[in-house]
């Protein structure tokens, strides 16, 4: 795998990790609380934004070996990871649009690094 191997899965990871904060606090949004203190100062909010602080990191790690020209790309399977996080924790569904779409970006994913995994 070497070091562009692990420094793409820490890129992933990042991704991974910002779309479960996604996920956390689109789940925190529609509750009530008791005062706009609460709605921000609540253990899976802070955790949330905890782990994007840390995806933010693994992100700046990763750029030390992921090529710059490739950042977006990987930073595209954020859409996948939302769109099959939300369709099992949020109960949203995945309409054949939706589907269409994700399948969209993952061919373009496929089409632009082609070769450069080698």
Do not use: D, H
Not at 58 to 63: E, H
Not at 74 to 92: D, N, P, S
């Amino acid at each position: 795998m070497g070091n562009k191997g692990i420094y793409r899965f820490f890129f992933l990871a990042a991704v991974f990790l910002s779309s479960v904060c996604q996920i956390i606090l689109k789940k925190n949004a529609g509750k009530e609380y008791k005062n706009r203190i609460r709605e921000y100062m609540n253990l899976p909010v802070a955790a949330a934004y905890s782990l994007f602080f840390l995806s933010t990191l693994l992100t700046l790690t990763a750029y030390k070996y992921v090529p710059l020209s490739m950042g977006p790309i990987l930073e595209a399977t954020g859409y996948v990871w939302v769109a099959g996080l939300g369709a099992v924790f949020l109960k949203e569904k995945l309409n054949r649009q939706k589907l269409i779409g994700l399948m969209l970006i993952i061919t373009g994913m496929i089409v632009f690094n082609w070769g450069m995994f080698g």
